[in-house]
């Protein structure tokens, strides 16, 4: 019997095939549909402080969607009216935190108040491993000063300590081209520069005027990091906003350059509400402008994604799928078997006239049949 149930196992080769991926398909669209992906484990932890949760959010644009996006001037009123919802909604508060480099001219500073050599809360071992490149771009003067941009809610909700001068606030977040650019610098540049100074540099590779209105006092840092830099060597300026129609090309390359950037940033949550919520009123409200779909940057992709799976809409159709993945696999399962049967008719007559009986042959059968699922398992 042992040499029989051999040679019906090796001429069904198709068939457990074929079970195999019905059967892992049932499998999978079960677990999707029966396990509850609203409560799963944060492969990255979030950022934590008090009674909320911080995550960051932004976007991926590489190649040709860059390139559309830079190509396209009708993207950037709906960029611009995305950045508001973002910042006047009241169940995430909208956090801007970039970091883009100010490259000052006529005047070289220490290694300490250019990026890549900031010192870290936590971190000291980094503080005296700089990388090789920011040692090369340094010593071409290639390098950029420090800098985080800022929108208003960050300073509101973490205000700063100032040593002198003025917090940044209202106006100084508009953008005008006869107007300097108003900027806090760390306490560190108290040796190099004073109050109401003007400085000539670039940003977003835009030449602009700054002016200093305060200095940070010392030992402070905005808490939206791992390891926060410290503020003591570094520039702040205004996440800025432009009320006018780029006039020219030039302009146009700089407010897209501007409001791509402002699109990462920190969503607070409170312990009240859940990731899942955020991440709809985040599809949803980028789906409204025509924009990309965000990207979480602090949470593990693979989780989003089976987060995602798990909306009530989304639960119907995938349990839908897996009873007709189980529906087709029973009959695949009872054509195949008779389709065998019938093949194999012939076979069971040889084997009766050689002493098999009826007993003996359903006990041939149902070993087939057990030892196909045994190996579909």
């Known amino acids: ?58 976007e991926i644009l590489h190649g040709s969607l860059e390139h559309e ?37 006529g005047m070289k500073l220490p290694k300490e108040f250019y990026k890549g050599f900031q010192r870290h809360a936590g971190d000291e071992e980094y503080d005296q491993n700089p990388s090789p490149m920011y040692e090369a771009a340094y010593e071409k003067g290639d390098l950029g000063l420090a800098s985080f941009q800022v929108n208003q809610a960050v300073l509101r909700d973490f205000p700063l300590s100032l040593l002198t001068g003025r917090m940044l606030s209202g106006e100084d977040f508009m953008y005008d081209e006869n107007k300097p650019i108003p900027v806090l610098l760390g306490s560190s540049y108290i040796e190099y520069t004073h109050l109401s100074n003007r400085f000539q540099g670039y940003f977003m590779t835009q030449p602009h005027e700054f002016e200093v209105i305060g200095f940070i006092d010392a030992g402070q840092f905005l808490p939206f990091e791992d390891f926060p830099t410290y503020l003591d060597n570094v520039i702040i300026m205004p996440s800025l906003t432009f009320n006018h129609t780029p006039a020219n090309d030039r302009d146009l390359f700089f407010q897209q350059a501007v409001y791509l950037d402002k ?36 949470v593990d992709n693979q989780v989003v994604r089976m987060m995602k799976l798990s909306g009530s809409n989304r639960i119907m159709l995938t349990k839908a799928l897996t009873w007709m993945a189980a529906m087709l696999s029973f009959f695949l399962f009872m054509t195949f078997e008779m389709m065998a049967t019938i093949k194999q008719l012939r076979r069971y007559g040889i084997l009766m006239l050689n002493g098999y009986s009826r007993r003996d042959l359903m006990r041939l059968l149902l070993t087939e049949i057990t030892l196909t699922y045994l190996t579909t398992a």
């Not at 995305?82 to 935190?97: A, C, F, H, M, R």
Request: aromatic share 14%.
């Open 69 to 105: 996006f830079f190509s396209r001037p009708e993207a950037l009123e709906r960029l611009k009216e995305y950045i508001v919802s973002l910042e006047e909604n009241t169940d995430y508060p909208y956090y801007i935190v970039s970091s883009q480099s100010v490259h000052r001219s």
């Open 263 to 298: 699109s990462t940033g920190f969503l607070g949550i409170s312990e009240a509400k859940t990731f899942q919520t955020l991440v709809l009123y985040m599809e949803a409200l980028t789906q409204s402008y025509g924009l990309f779909e965000p990207v979480f940057y602090r």
């Open 1 to 58: 019997m042992l040499s029989e149930v051999r040679f019906s196992l090796k001429a069904d080769v198709l068939k457990r095939g074929i079970l195999i991926l019905i059967l892992a398909l049932c499998i999978s669209l079960a677990d999707i549909s029966y396990n509850d992906y609203t409560r799963f484990h944060m492969e990255i932890a979030p950022l934590k402080l008090s009674d909320r949760i911080f995550y960051q959010v932004g």
